[in-house]
């Protein structure tokens, strides 16, 4: 009995070491990639722990925010690369696929990029030669370093109608086929993607499939279509994901799952009671850790499904102490803990990628 016992928990711990052996990136099948957002202290190596994981667990790279307009071109006359130089060295240096996100967002763009002369909104004109300045530049910079790029993030509202950033406002619905055709000019070689959010929404999905279409109809150069991925524990279901990639393919773009984790807190109104807001500060339930692990192992199955479709899958940020979806409150999105230790949903992701047929 004793002896038995011994040898169960022996296999167990064997199992949870050869799990914690294994890296991601050896069990993916061929032409799909994996790989994380990674932050400041990560590309300049401050945070050696998370930087021994990254290189071991993943072939490919996304920047979090280092990329941004903001932080690469923070006013007219000055671009600012020191950070970004040493993103995209890291991931050179360790023969990761480089990706650049994002040339074109509401989003973390100063605000004088929008602004004209007198105070008044700037024009298209001027709209138009600061989005080519940019792209240029930057994607100039990082020619033949970085494999494809977000051109345009987020354009595209819920309910499947172009959304009104100052970019459609001050230029028109065709400042996305501009953004296209300057990234293309920069870097002929480069891939070339549209990122968005919420596309299991079928309006959403439907304006998205529509935009791509146009971008081709106008013999744009695009690659894929980047879903972030940004899921909770029952939404969207696995059909909705199913389905999904299948439309999106059907455009005949590539698809990337570009910024998955899986949120588990509620979304509450602000000042919410704490034990509402905040229901696991005190550390996860292993009934809810338990879910999530079958939350992963569920989206990789379909992820593997459809790996005729699937190029690429990044997690955005390496362990629950990275995520952005912490803002105050514990989460625990991702497949290793705040210890920097995998998961349960590691173990669950390994087991679907070890044994899939
Ligand atoms: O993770 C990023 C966070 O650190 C920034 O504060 C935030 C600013 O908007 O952007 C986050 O990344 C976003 C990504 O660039 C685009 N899709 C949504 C991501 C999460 O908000």
């Known amino acids: 009995m004793m002896k038995s016992l011994i040898a169960i928990v022996g296999f167990g711990l064997l199992v949870a070491a050869a799990h914690q052996d294994v890296a991601l990136k050896d069990l993916m099948p061929k032409g799909m990639v994996i790989g ?28 979090e925010n280092v990329l941004k307009f903001q932080p690469t071109q923070p006013a007219a006359d000055r671009y600012t690369f020191d950070a970004a130089d040493k993103y995209v060295q890291f991931g050179v240096d360790r023969h990761m696929q480089v990706v650049g ?14 602004e004209g002369a007198d105070g008044k909104p700037a024009d298209r004109d001027t709209l138009l030669l600061r989005m080519r300045d940019h792209i240029r530049t930057v994607v100039g910079r990082y020619k033949g370093k970085i494999h494809g ?36 000019d920069a870097d002929p070689d480069a891939e070339l993607y549209y990122n968005d959010f919420n596309l299991e929404k079928p309006a959403k999905r439907a304006g998205v499939i529509k935009l791509v279409q146009d971008l081709k109809a106008r013999k744009l150069r695009i690659d894929g279509i ?22 999106l393919h059907g455009t005949g773009l590539k698809v990337m799952y570009t910024e998955l984790d899986i949120n588990l807190l509620p979304n509450t109104p602000r000042g919410a009671d704490p034990s509402v807001a905040n229901p696991y500060a005190n550390g996860l339930p292993d009934e809810i850790q338990q879910q999530l692990a079958r939350r992963y192992a569920d989206v990789f199955g379909v992820f593997l499904k459809h790996r005729d ?8 940020g390496l362990s629950d102490a990275d995520s952005w979806l912490n803002r105050g409150r514990m989460n625990f999105p991702l497949l290793w803990d705040r210890q920097r230790q995998p998961k349960p949903a590691f173990n669950a992701v390994v087991d679907v990628l070890r044994n899939r047929k």
């Not at 996100?101 to 929008?114: D, E, I, K, R, Y």
């Not at 950033?165 to 400042?175: K, L, M, N, T």
């Open 36 to 63: 994380v957002a990674i932050n400041q202290r990560q590309f300049e190596g401050t945070d050696s722990a998370a930087v021994d994981l990254i290189t071991k667990q993943f072939n490919q790279i996304s920047p």
């Open 149 to 184: 790029w977000d051109v345009v993030n987020e354009a595209i509202d819920e309910d499947g109608s172009m959304r009104k950033s100052p970019w459609q406002v001050g230029i028109g619905d065709d400042y996305i086929a501009k953004a296209f055709e300057f990234a293309h």
């Open 226 to 247: 980047g879903n972030q991925a940004h899921w909770r524990l029952d939404t969207p279901t696995i059909d909705e994901i199913d389905r999904t990639v299948v439309e």
């Open 101 to 114: 996100h994002t040339l074109v967002w509401h989003s973390q763009t100063g605000a004088w990029v929008f």
């Open 309 to 316: 479709a699937v190029t690429r899958v990044t997690f955005w």
